[in-house]
């Protein structure tokens, strides 16, 4: 079981000096420089693959990107959570928690840990709304069909295969539409 913190922080978009400087295109997202935390320089990776190794990376909102213009999630800015080791989540607010807007860097960015309910909130009404409760493979399920329409009786792979609360293929549980299982999943416990 490995120990992780959740962060939420907001993204904003590249502006047109951000751009420059970054030698990346407009519009891409901006977010502090990860990068310079000593915990990454240690590790030899970069930002991005160090929380994936580490951690579970992004969880982005999906419901409201930097297109939308909502209450949660004003137009150019979409929120996401880290969810890393404690490590760097606290180095992460010592040196970005809240960065004050400037001429050289035009967005503030706002990142604050989060309680495991705090998490399982966003994760299940924002990161995983647009995802199914269940997923089917179709292929299995013509299989039955099929053997179903030949006459035959059902074998016991097939029932298995027909209830979502085994792993078997056919119609199973979607392990990373709510927290509770995405976490069991993929064994984690959130720590502060």
């Given at each position: 079981?490995?120990?992780?913190?959740?962060?939420?922080?907001?993204?904003?978009?590249l502006?047109?000096?951000?751009?420059?400087?970054?030698?990346?295109?407009?519009?891409?997202?901006?977010?502090?420089?990860?990068?310079?935390l000593?915990?990454?320089?240690?590790?030899?990776?970069?930002w991005?693959?160090y929380?994936?190794t580490f951690g579970?990376?992004?969880?982005?909102d999906s419901?409201c990107?930097?297109k939308?213009?909502?209450?949660?999630?004003?137009?150019?800015?979409?929120?996401?959570?880290?969810?890393?080791?404690?490590?760097?989540?606290?180095?992460?607010?010592?040196?970005?928690?809240?960065?004050?807007?400037?001429?050289?860097?035009?967005?503030?960015?706002?990142?604050?840990?989060?309680?495991?309910?705090?998490?399982?909130?966003?994760?299940?009404?924002?990161v995983?709304?647009?995802?199914?409760?269940?997923?089917?493979?179709?292929?299995?399920?013509?299989s039955?069909?099929?053997?179903?329409?030949?006459?035959?009786?059902?074998?016991?792979?097939?029932?298995?295969?027909?209830?979502?609360?085994?792993?078997?293929?056919?119609?199973?549980?979607?392990?990373?539409?709510?927290?509770?299982?995405?976490?069991?999943?993929?064994g984690?416990?959130?720590?502060?």
């Amino acid at each position: 079981m490995r120990d992780l913190v959740p962060i939420k922080i907001i993204i904003g978009l590249l502006t047109d000096s951000e751009s420059l400087r970054a030698n990346q295109t407009l519009g891409h997202a901006s977010y502090p420089d990860f990068n310079s935390l000593p915990v990454v320089q240690a590790s030899g990776l970069d930002w991005a693959h160090y929380i994936n190794t580490f951690g579970l990376g992004w969880q982005y909102d999906s419901c409201c990107g930097h297109k939308e213009d909502t209450v949660d999630s004003p137009f150019g800015q979409q929120f996401g959570i880290l969810i890393i080791p404690k490590v760097f989540a606290d180095q992460a607010i010592t040196a970005f928690g809240i960065t004050v807007a400037t001429p050289h860097a035009p967005f503030s960015y706002a990142i604050r840990k989060q309680t495991e309910p705090q998490l399982k909130e966003f994760y299940d009404t924002h990161v995983a709304a647009d995802q199914p409760e269940q997923n089917i493979d179709n292929e299995i399920l013509t299989s039955i069909k099929l053997h179903r329409d030949l006459g035959r009786v059902d074998e016991p792979w097939m029932l298995r295969a027909l209830d979502p609360n085994t792993d078997d293929p056919g119609i199973t549980k979607n392990k990373q539409k709510h927290w509770d299982d995405f976490k069991l999943l993929k064994g984690v416990r959130i720590v502060q």
